[in-house]
């Protein structure tokens, strides 16, 4: 049996993020190093990406709040094919509900599993965008 890999967190460069008026304020916050979910007005759900327009009743007027940043891995790919270099993908659904589709950081590829605990992390982009928001492992 071959032995486990070891496959260092990535450091492939990360594209600079689309922005525009309506996720000034997400990628603002992410400059401070908060990240921020969406709630609706009028049903009061979380949502994740935040956007004016609820995703779960289309009413107007969601707004941004802060998030504790702590979730659990929900589901997880790691990449070896394809790229010059391997990553891992997956969703985290985090403490206040949503379920964010995110890269993971910040130790071996191979460590990360589902249900792990984990914690938001700011990468820095190319050409000195706002950094974006990735998952590593949450301390004990």
């Known amino acids: 049996m071959d032995p486990p890999l070891k496959t260092p967190p990535t450091t492939r460069p990360i594209p600079a993020p689309l922005t525009n008026p309506e996720t000034k304020r997400f990628w603002d916050a992410a400059r401070e190093g ?28 969601a707004s941004l709040e802060p998030a504790s ?5 929900y ?13 891992a993908i997956g969703y985290v659904e985090l403490d206040e509900g949503p ?7 910040g130790a071996a ?4 599993k589902i249900g792990d605990r984990v914690k938001v992390v700011f990468m ?10 990735m998952f590593a492992p949450a301390p004990d």
Do not use: Q, V, W
């Open 75 to 87: 589901t997880l790919s790691i990449t070896y094919r394809g790229t010059p270099e391997p990553y």
């Open 69 to 73: 940043g702590l979730g659990t891995i």
């Open 34 to 61: 908060r990240l921020m979910i969406g709630r609706c007005a009028a049903c009061r759900r979380a949502h994740y990406y935040p956007r004016s327009i609820c995703p779960f009743c289309f009413t107007d007027g």
């Open 99 to 105: 379920r964010i589709l995110t890269n993971f950081t």
């Open 109 to 112: 590829l191979e460590s990360f």
């Open 124 to 133: 820095p982009t190319e050409s000195g965008a706002p950094p974006a928001p």
